[in-house]
């Protein structure tokens, strides 16, 4: 069974940078579609970015920010965030999906404020 396993979220301030990791585990793993979404409270779940196999997707709200990275020997997905803002704080999950199997971590609770 594969199990996606975040780690990283916290509390920090407008304009400072924090770093999420996802690392899949419980069994031979690997797909070129891997990445992070997130929720805010009342708000849908939404891509942040990901690797496809179509390419590199980031949202719109995040890009020049953030940078989505990958050590495929790990079958890991990092998510570095820089200048965060308070809109940025969401629950962030990671997702994958291989051959049409999709997998969701437990989420990662990121907080902006001040």
């Known amino acids: 069974q594969v199990q996606l396993v975040e780690s990283g979220g916290g509390l920090v301030q407008p304009g400072e940078s924090l770093s999420l990791s996802c690392v899949a585990s419980g069994h031979i793993f690997s797909t070129n579609n891997m990445g992070w979404y997130r929720q805010a409270p009342g708000k849908e779940r939404e891509l942040v970015a990901a690797?496809?196999?179509?390419?590199?997707l980031y949202a719109d709200s995040v890009k020049e920010r953030f940078t989505i990275s990958r050590d495929n020997s790990k079958i890991a997905v990092y998510l570095q965030m820089n200048s965060l803002k308070p809109e940025d704080t969401a629950v962030y999950y990671c997702?994958?999906?291989?051959?049409?199997?999709?997998?969701w971590g437990k989420g990662t609770l990121v907080t902006v404020s001040s």
């Open positions: 690797f496809t196999s179509g390419g590199l």
């Open positions: 997702w994958a999906n291989k051959g049409g199997m999709i997998y």
